[in-house]
Structure formats: structure tokens, C-alpha cells
């Protein structure tokens, strides 16, 4: 009985790297795709263009001024 609860904790945790991995990926090759997710949570680059900053430390981009959401940095 124990086994199958080691194979099922593996099997969460080897999915959750997976998609770990797939999000940093998609960080570096489509920054668009984050760009409109973040303006789809807040309003306050309605109307006008914002430049985000790329994180130096995870690659994610950020509204200048703000921590990186994704690191913390
Ligand atoms: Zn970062």
C-alpha cells in the first residue's frame, strides 16, 4: 500500500516540476502572452503603454518599480 502512495507523491511532484519548467520556457520565448495576462488582472495600464522590465534573476517581466512577481526581486 505504501508504494502507491510514494508513486502517487511522485507523480504530483513530477507534474508539477513539469509545468514548472513549461511556464519558464514560455517566459523566455513568448513575453506577449504574459504581458496580456497581467493586464487582464489589473486596470491600471488601461489605455496607455506600459514597458515592463525583464527580471534580470527569472527572466519575467515586471512594471518598472515593482518586485518581480515571480522571484521576488
Ligand atoms: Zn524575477
Redesign the pocket.
Known amino acids: 500500500m505504501l508504494w502507491k502512495i510514494l508513486l502517487l507523491i511522485a507523480i504530483i511532484v513530477a507534474v508539477l516540476y513539469g509545468f514548472k519548467m513549461i511556464s519558464r520556457a514560455s517566459d523566455g520565448r513568448q513575453p506577449a502572452a504574459r504581458k496580456t495576462r497581467k493586464k487582464g488582472r489589473g486596470t491600471e495600464s488601461d489605455g496607455q503603454a506600459v514597458d515592463l522590465v525583464k527580471?534580470g534573476?527569472?527572466g519575467?517581466f515586471t512594471a518598472p518599480g515593482t518586485p518581480?512577481s515571480?522571484?521576488g526581486?
Open positions: 527580471c534573476n527569472c519575467a518581480c515571480n522571484c526581486q
